[in-house]
Structure formats: structure tokens, C-alpha cells
């Protein structure tokens, strides 16, 4: 199994190998907190690239939205061929898996980068 850190780390990667996603997100430049099971991770964005990935904890370091999830509704979400409920942001946040903190306005103007982005975690299993 793949840890969290390395995933994100090969989901970098991948977003990098991907000129559309280069173009959908050409003017995001945030940071994203990703929280599975109390781990924090910051994803400092760049123009649509991922500049940088902060392990948390830091009460300091501030970011624009987050998302806050359990290891295993994000494993479920990473499948291949996700079940309902699982299969989108939104979903896992409809079924009661997945929570979106902070800023929503910035998420939803950068809605389909940051979908397309964590759906990358589909490709990124060893």
C-alpha cells in the first residue's frame, strides 16, 4: 500500500505531465489543505503546478479551502472505478465522508482543476 505523502508526491508528477490541467489552472496560485484521519498536508499550488507539499500539523501555515476526509473514503475515492458516493468530491462530501472548509468561492472558481487534480491519485498506485 502506498502511503498518503508519496501518492500526493506522484500525483505532482502526473499534474505536471498534463498540459490541460497546466491551462485549467494557469491562474490558481493557493494553498490547499488536504486532512485525512488528523494528517495535514498543504498543497502550495503554483499556476496550476504543485509547487510544494507541507506536512502539517501548523496552526500557522494558512491556506485558502480544505478538504477533510478519512484514509478510507480517500482509498475508496483512488480506486480505479470508484462505487457511488465515492466517485466525486462533492459525493464523498454528500454522503457524509468528506467535509470542505474555508474559502468556497475559490474552490468552486477552480472546481475542475481540483477535481481532475485529485482524480490523478487514481493513476499514481504502484
Known amino acids: 500500500?502506498?502511503?498518503?505523502?508519496?501518492?500526493?508526491?506522484?500525483?505532482?508528477?502526473?499534474?505536471g505531465e498534463r498540459p490541460h490541467l497546466?491551462?485549467?489552472?494557469?491562474?490558481f496560485s493557493d494553498t490547499v489543505l488536504l486532512m485525512v484521519d488528523g494528517a495535514e498536508y498543504?498543497?502550495?499550488f503554483d499556476r496550476g503546478q504543485l509547487a510544494?507539499?507541507?506536512?502539517?500539523?501548523?496552526?500557522?501555515?494558512?491556506?485558502?479551502?480544505?478538504?477533510?476526509t478519512d484514509a478510507?473514503?480517500?482509498?475508496?475515492?483512488?480506486?480505479p472505478l470508484p462505487a457511488p458516493g465515492f466517485h466525486d468530491l462533492f459525493a464523498l462530501v454528500k454522503i457524509g465522508r468528506a467535509e470542505v472548509r474555508g474559502d468556497m468561492?475559490?474552490?468552486?472558481?477552480n472546481?475542475?482543476?481540483?477535481?481532475?487534480?485529485?482524480?490523478?491519485?487514481?493513476?499514481?498506485?504502484?
Open 52 to 68: 510544494r507539499i507541507v506536512e502539517g500539523p501548523s496552526r500557522k501555515t494558512p491556506y485558502q479551502f480544505g478538504i477533510v
Open 111 to 126: 472546481l475542475r482543476f481540483i477535481k481532475e487534480f485529485l482524480a490523478l491519485g487514481r493513476e499514481a498506485v504502484a
Open 105 to 109: 468561492l475559490r474552490l468552486v472558481k
Open 72 to 79: 478510507e473514503a480517500l482509498t475508496a475515492f483512488w480506486s
Open 22 to 27: 497546466a491551462r485549467l489552472g494557469a491562474l
Open 1 to 15: 500500500m502506498i502511503g498518503l505523502g508519496d501518492r500526493l508526491a506522484l500525483m505532482q508528477v502526473r499534474l
Open 42 to 44: 498543504y498543497l502550495v
